[in-house]
């Protein structure tokens, strides 16, 4: 069978509101080859061995398994990262956190940055690559997680980021930080979309946060105080819905400057403040 007629089988992911684009994505990791290819060689007939491997992926696209696991890696920023059931996927809302904290902080300063729950290392990973003279920490409860976004560091040759094994800051006693980040599990328990879609896959431990999502919200937003330098700023990714509650929950423990952002959805997103110099 050619490529073109391959990708018909799109029709068998009815679920997927990405049908064409995940076909594309699967076919390609089945040949080993970029997405380019199959557009620049639409003719070209699909070996054996690479129809088989491409059935297998689309019968996992079939049953719900996001593209991203399927694969191993998705794109985030500027870098490919490998993700793994045990992680979140990074997602591209959360690559406001980077452009935030890169419009805020002064590029030429050295500056000392944490990045709480980080998962497959995205946000952290993406600052220490943009910003080499920065110093990055990234903190993980899960173990699965702290291997992987090592893994993910040493294949992109970020020596100015360490991985460590923390629940939030608790490893972290004594340490102070210029700039603290964290998309943290925000999802209330009882959410209806977290039996839905893409999400079905992913970790409870990474999305469900107490009965209003805001229990890990709450506790970063605590412990930052202890951990940031004077005029240090703490950027948190936040449910749509969230936005008033992070922002009185800063308020009430002394931040300034508190402010939200909207992603392109409309929704607001993103919240942060910094402590008074
Ligand atoms: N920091 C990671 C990300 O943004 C993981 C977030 C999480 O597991 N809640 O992708």
Same mark, same amino acid.
């Given at each position: 069978?050619? $490529? ?6 799109? *029709? +068998? ?12 994505? #699967? ?5 080993? =080859? ?10 070209? !007939? ?21 593209? *991203? ?8 920023? =500027? ?8 992680? #979140? ?15 805020? !902080? ?16 995205? !946000?952290?990973?993406?600052? *220490?690559?943009? =910003?080499? @003279? ?10 699965? *997680? &702290?291997?992987?976004?090592?893994? @993910? ?6 020596? @100015? ?8 800051? +608790? ?5 102070? %930080?210029?700039? $603290? ?26 999305? &469900?946060?107490?009965?209003?999502? #805001?229990?890990?919200?709450?506790? $970063? $937003? ?13 950027? #948190? ?20 400057? &508190? ?12 919240? %942060? ?5």
């Amino acid at each position: 069978m050619t $490529i073109i007629a391959s990708l018909l089988r799109s *029709a +068998e992911l009815p679920d997927s509101p990405t049908a064409r684009l995940d076909a594309e994505l #699967l076919l390609a990791a089945a040949l080993g =080859k970029p997405r380019s290819f199959l557009h620049t060689w639409p003719e070209r !007939i699909v070996s054996t061995e690479a129809a088989q491997a491409f059935a297998g992926f689309l019968e996992r696209r079939r049953t719900g398994e996001p593209v *991203a696991y399927i694969l191993g890696q998705q794109g985030f920023w =500027k870098l490919d990262l490998e993700v793994a059931p045990h992680t #979140l996927i990074p997602r591209p809302e959360t690559e406001m956190l980077v452009e935030a904290a890169l419009e805020l !902080i002064p590029g030429f300063a050295a500056v000392r940055v944490l990045d709480l729950g980080t998962g497959s290392g995205a !946000i952290a990973l993406a600052l *220490a690559n943009e =910003k080499r @003279n920065w110093t990055v920490t990234a903190v993980d409860r899960v173990p699965e *997680a &702290v291997e992987l976004a090592e893994r @993910n560091r040493q294949r992109l040759h970020l020596d @100015n980021a360490r991985v460590l094994q923390s629940h939030w800051f +608790e490893a972290l006693a004594g340490e102070r %930080f210029d700039l $603290i980040l964290s998309n943290p599990p925000y999802i209330a328990a009882s959410d209806p979309h977290l039996s839905q879609g893409d999400v079905r896959f992913e970790p409870s431990s990474a999305l &469900v946060s107490g009965a209003d999502g #805001l229990d890990d919200l709450r506790v $970063i $937003i605590a412990g930052a105080l202890e951990h940031l330098e004077p005029g240090g700023w703490l950027m #948190l990714e936040h449910g749509y819905d969230q936005g008033a509650a992070v922002r009185e929950l800063l308020v009430q423990h002394g931040y300034q400057r &508190v402010q939200t952002r909207r992603d392109l959805g409309e929704h607001e997103r993103i919240s %942060f403040g910094c402590l008074p110099c």
